[in-house]
């Protein structure tokens, strides 16, 4: 799939949010790129051959106090190659490749925003957004 395509993707994702959760996305910026660099995996403590279909970079709203503001935005950033991987793993023999990596975008867009209204792993796993 290619970027452009991708990207469309994520977009997508974010655009079907309930107006309730878009609204709340104020300040966040969510882009596509291609993989997560060696240096970011390293900073979350990844080891081959694990990696990161997705990345919140920001202060987590249940982190911020009357002092946060003029601050760069958040971004969320979702990685193209290991969403396109996890797909291929997790598709059937006659199943549609587009729709399956249209869902594991949405919910890795959907697990990363989880993490910019401050919830943890256990509580993203627990929402089966993992």
């Known amino acids: 799939m290619d970027p452009k395509r991708f990207q469309e993707?994520?977009?997508?994702?974010?655009?079907?949010?309930?107006p309730?959760?878009?609204?709340?996305?104020?300040n966040v910026d969510v882009v596509a790129a291609r993989r997560p660099s060696s240096r970011t995996l390293r900073e979350m403590g990844i080891r081959p051959p694990g990696t990161l279909l997705g990345l919140y970079r920001g202060v987590?709203?249940?982190h911020r106090d009357h002092a946060y503001s003029a601050v760069a935005p958040d971004q969320i950033v979702?990685?193209?190659e290991p969403i396109l991987a996890a797909a291929r793993e997790d598709i059937s023999p006659g199943d549609d490749f587009d729709e399956a990596?249209?869902?594991q975008v949405r919910r890795t867009v959907?697990?990363?925003?989880?993490?910019h209204f401050g919830?943890?792993?256990?509580?993203?796993r627990r929402?089966?957004?993992q």
């Open 9 to 18: 993707l994520v977009d997508e994702a974010v655009d079907s949010l309930p």
């Open 20 to 26: 309730a959760l878009a609204d709340r996305l104020d």
């Open 60 to 62: 987590p709203q249940t």
């Open 78 to 80: 979702i990685y193209r």
């Open 101 to 103: 990596v249209r869902e």
């Open 110 to 115: 959907l697990h990363e925003i989880g993490h």
């Open 119 to 124: 919830l943890e792993e256990d509580d993203l």
């Open 127 to 129: 929402l089966d957004y």
